[in-house]
């Protein structure tokens, strides 16, 4: 079974550019978090989406970042006009339902790096 | 959300147990308890959850305090590979949260090395 696969791993882009960042959760799942881990910190929890739906969206910052979970295909985290103080690491995590008792299964991330 | 309390770091040799403990004080009654740990360059993956008995699979134990204001991951036998930051994370209930169970919330949790 294919876990959460994320793409790209790494991404390097310069200052005002757009970072598209995906992830495509295990089969079956229609639950996807969005995590940040900032450089020598611990994972923030940023958003949760279901298919085609922004459950919760507390943890992302209010301008330039966006996500998405379409019907089809796989959910996006997107960052526009990116600045230095972006670059982390971004994972990923889906789960069957998103009860206390369910095991979210994270992917291996995308390192983002900004110049 | 109750707060959990891990040391920073703990040293292990290979082949040895290990005891990672976690002091949740606060937690409610139907607070589960999840472990979860991050690999060098890796996301995080899940290890072992319970509520109020012990629980042991595959990769670990989980003993529970009888008031359930501490517990312990138990790895029986350390291996190079099981270096790692090691997250001890409370899930409550749907109204415990604020209607955010869904949340994972790190700490800075615990740093394991394996010395060969």
């Known amino acids: 079974n294919a876990g959460v696969m994320q793409n790209p791993r790494h991404l390097v882009r310069r200052r005002g550019q757009e970072a598209r960042l995906r992830c495509s959760p295990v089969?079956?799942?229609?639950?996807v978090y969005w995590y940040r881990q900032l450089p020598e910190e611990g994972l923030k929890f940023m958003v949760y989406?279901?298919?085609?739906?922004?459950?919760?969206e507390s943890g992302m910052p209010k301008e330039r970042f966006s996500a998405e979970f379409p019907k089809e295909g796989p959910s996006i985290l997107r960052i526009q006009q990116v600045v230095r103080g972006d670059s982390a690491a971004y994972f990923c995590?889906?789960?069957?339902?998103?009860?206390?008792?369910?095991?979210?299964?994270f992917g291996p991330g995308t390192r983002l790096t900004v110049l | 959300d109750a707060k959990t309390t891990q040391p920073n770091s703990m040293e292990s040799n290979e082949e040895e147990p290990v005891h990672l403990p976690c002091n949740h004080s606060?937690?409610?009654?139907?607070?589960?308890i999840h472990w979860y740990r991050q690999l060098p360059s890796q996301g995080p993956e899940y290890v072992i959850h319970?509520?109020?008995s012990n629980v042991n699979n595959r990769m670990a134990s989980l003993a529970i305090a009888e008031d359930r204001k501490s517990s312990t991951l138990i790895l029986h036998r350390a291996t190079l590979r099981d270096a790692a930051v090691y997250y001890c994370?409370?899930?409550?209930?749907?109204?415990?949260?604020?209607?955010?169970?869904?949340?994972?919330?790190f700490g800075k949790g615990t740093l394991l090395t394996v010395n060969p």
């Open positions: 995590a889906s789960s069957p339902r998103p009860e206390r008792t369910d095991t979210q299964y």
């Open positions: 089969k079956g799942h229609s639950h």
């Open positions: 989406l279901q298919k085609e739906n922004i459950i919760d």
């Open positions: 606060t937690i409610s009654g139907t607070d589960y």
């Open positions: 319970g509520l109020t």
């Open positions: 994370i409370l899930r409550g209930s749907i109204l415990r949260s604020g209607g955010s169970n869904y949340k994972l919330t």
